[in-house]
């Protein structure tokens, strides 16, 4: 994932804080398939006009058939999961994210929540 700056990484963060449908967070355990390894996913389901642009930019094709688009992001997921806490799956619990926003980024993560 690539951001232009700390203000569109709080902002993405926001976006997929929300719990709102658009997105699911998915580790794959394809180690367990042949694959080289697990990895970290954001399989995006709906909204997606309103998704940022560092997730836009990383879109690929979906694999499934509520799965529209798919950003693969092994290293992202990780960061989100394990300083953010975010969860694996589609609901997140903001206030518990929201908390690990610094202050100054604050109106950027909440930015992110209205889209």
Not at 76 to 81: G, S
Request: aromatic fraction near 10%.
């Amino acid at each position: 994932m690539r951001f232009d700056s700390p203000q569109e990484y709080y902002e993405t963060l926001g976006f997929l804080a929300k719990s709102d449908g658009s997105i699911s967070l998915v580790w794959e355990h394809n180690e367990n398939q042949g694959a080289w390894g697990s990895g970290g996913r954001i399989h995006c389901h709906n909204n997606i006009i309103s998704f940022t642009a560092p997730l836009t930019r990383k879109f690929t094709a979906g694999r499934a058939r509520n799965v529209i688009h798919r950003i693969n992001c092994n290293e992202f997921v990780q960061d989100i999961v394990t300083n953010h806490s975010f969860q694996i799956g589609s609901n997140q619990d903001t206030n518990a994210i929201r908390i690990t926003i610094p202050p100054q980024f604050i109106v950027d993560f909440n930015r992110g929540l209205a889209l």
